[in-house]
């Protein structure tokens, strides 16, 4: 395993950024068992633009009162993809400079005149014999301005292809997975990626305008564009306010005065300030909104203008700190696991037998489960510095690594030491006779003494662990707390270094500098691109679901489906 996704170091062609806003009919159902449905959502409007990355182009537009609006949507979509590839199919000549061919020339000769030297791959990819032979050296630019972006490998610049059809368009929700999906449940076939922000930054987009500052470049340019004055401006550079809960219909859209104070409350959002009240206020006043669906589509607008230019940003920012443009993955963790493959330049040699994948799988062990009473001891000067985290203190590593598994228990005299957190915690399920007398008793006052065996947990416990696997340096600390080691009935060994380190460390540094100066966009992003990474190393991959939304319109729609039935893979429809 390596980095290979070379193709995701240039800008995606465009992005389209979309935003729905629903009608809130309320009611009061009951709903799965104990809950309530409180209200009901059906889209009422939507805006959407298409900004081209390399160029700066928006194209725009924004609807309201639809019928059928999410079918329209894809329908408007696909018109717009149309469009876009049209403009993909047509390859621009390269446009040539003095300083371009000279760039060209000089580009991957400055160390050594005997190699060649792909800028895409940041790396020498090929020795060669003399300066003729120049076969494998290519003139790389861009297909849709023309400019050059250097001199590249010939099978490196072939990864950078951008085709009709073929290349995806991302589409860019704020929370599309949480929202805006539910709303839509069609698809627009391969052409399209569904994104959303929030998949990426878990922060909402009042405080993501707030972060940005005066940096919103897109959305000052369409105001100024249409003639809106520096003031009015000002007032679109933030997020603005709407009465969810108060637009019940499409009648609503028709009432020529803002709603009172009061109906700005929302279920979910809570109560707004007065301040927030009064913006609004000025938002009506000084956009000349003659009823609500005016001020709604001024909304929706405000919204996806924001958006682009918090997507713009973090592309920006993502570009800087790794060269990948965010806008070809669907979410952090993908992100962070090609800049961490491609800052290392590691390469991992994968298991080809399933029989060591297995053997590694049953050391992993998340999510403790237990209740605990929180216990807090003030230090004692006298005692000296006290580590209690035993990997600060851990020597260097060999330049080999055991895993090992076999069968152990702690002795009885160890228990009481060890009891309010026991080590080496297992993933298994629990037995009846392992319950403490008061959760014996809660079972049989809430169950009728019916125990059913529960599924596996991470427990904590001091029984015996049975073929229990562990890594050898976990393994010494254990030792230390008095485990006795009853069998070794299986050894892995492996070469290991601190590959990873460099990539912790500098995302670490970054965060640290960022939140130094108090830019808690960038901090955020630093410290979520190494727990992500921990999390992609740790996934776990049987519980993917490949999800295929079909339609059945013609007879090769029909037989598409036929045959993803028809496959082995095939769980069910």
Known sequence: MEFKNYGQIINAPCIIIADFKADNKKCDELYGGSMHKLAEQKANSFSYMVYW?????????????????????FVKSIQELVRINEILAVKHERKVTEKDKKNFADQGWELRRTQIFSYIASKTIKEIENLETMVDKVWDHCHITGKYRGSAHNFCNLKLRIEAWKTPIPIIFYNFREYDLHLVCESVGRSVNAHQIRQFMNTSLAKFAENLGNNKPITKKHFKDLGYTDEQIDLVTRKGVQPYDYIDSQDRFKETELPPFHEFHSILG?????????????????????NLGEYNDLYLKIDVLLLADVWTEFRKMSMESDGLDPSHYTSLPALSWDSMLK??????????????????????????????????????????????DITLRTKADSCRGLCLGGNAHFPYKTHDYLSDLPPAVENVAVEKDWLSPYNAKLVEKIDGDC?????????????????????????????????????????LSFEQSNWLAPYISLNTENHNEAKKAGNTFLSDFFILKNNA???????????YQDVKLMRNINEQDEKALLNKICSLRFKYA
């Not at 809570?270 to 003659?290: L, M, P, R, S, V």
């Not at 662990?465 to 006795?484: A, D, F, G, P």
Request: with cysteine; net charge positive.
């Open 53 to 73: 990355i390399d160029t700066g182009d928006v194209w725009g537009l924004s609807y309201t009162e639809m019928k059928m609006l999410p079918k329209n949507l």
């Open 270 to 290: 809570g109560k707004i300030t007065q301040k927030d009240y009064e913006h609004a206020q000025k938002i009506w006043k000084e956009f000349n909104c003659k």
């Open 533 to 543: 990474c921990y999390g992609k190393t740790i996934e776990n991959v049987r519980k």
């Open 343 to 388: 800052m290392t330049e590691v390469k991992i040699e994968l298991f080809t037998d399933m029989a060591m994948h297995d053997f590694i799988e049953k050391s992993k062990h998340r999510g403790l489960t237990m209740a605990v009473h929180r216990y807090f001891q003030a230090n004692n000067p006298k005692m000296g510095e006290k580590w209690l």
């Open 451 to 491: 125990f059913a065996k529960t599924e596996k947990l991470i427990i904590p416990h001091l029984g015996k662990r049975n073929y229990y696997v562990i890594h050898y340096q976990e393994l010494q600390y254990y030792v230390k707390l008095r485990m006795i080691i009853d069998e070794v009935t299986e050894i």
